[in-house]
């Protein structure tokens, strides 16, 4: 199962770009990759600030066929990226709930799942942020990036597509997509 890819230079969101291609068109199932986001949330309507260099990344998807919970959804999309991060460090990744990931104790990465209905269909979009290159400073929520935990340079477009891979390899799985 292959993602198609919506490819943009500086969106207000990622989330919403995914929203908006669903209402717009008749794709069910897709990607957006921004270069830059003026307008990242975050759980609980926090803002997400999206420094360039960095992976801002939806997915979305039809829900329809699945009997997984979104608490499920959650955990597995939280594994997913987890597996992702393993793949470029040894360091111990740790979650916290209900969304972020952490390495030494400081946010690496976040992701932020919606549930829209459109056309009597029930949809997922899962928005993903990494720190790639650089990262927030935020008073009291200490932050860090790919780069600074592991001492190297690290593309970008590399990590956008291995986590492209581990999507398009596990969501035939789980929401039963063919």
Request: with cysteine.
């Amino acid at each position: 199962m292959k993602l198609r890819k919506f490819k943009f230079k500086k969106v207000k969101s990622t989330n919403n770009t995914a929203i908006r291609i669903i209402k717009e068109t008749k794709y069910n199932l897709g990607m957006v990759v921004a270069e830059t986001q003026v307008n990242g949330r975050g759980q609980y309507g926090r803002k997400w600030i999206s420094s360039k260099g960095n992976l801002f990344i939806s997915f979305f998807n039809e829900l329809n066929k699945t009997k997984l919970s979104i608490n499920a959804i959650t955990k597995i999309n939280c594994l997913l990226v987890k597996n992702l991060l393993s793949s470029f460090t040894s360091k111990k990744i740790l979650f916290k709930k209900p969304n972020d990931l952490l390495i030494d104790k400081k946010k690496i990465s976040g992701i932020l799942q919606e549930v829209i209905f459109v056309r009597d269909k029930k949809f997922l979009i899962t928005g993903i942020g990494i720190n790639i290159k650089n990262n927030p400073i935020i008073r009291n929520y200490p932050a860090t990036n790919l780069q600074e935990v592991t001492k190297k340079s690290i593309s970008k477009l590399i990590v956008e597509n291995k986590l492209k891979q581990l999507f398009e390899k596990n969501l035939s799985k789980l929401y039963k997509i063919k």
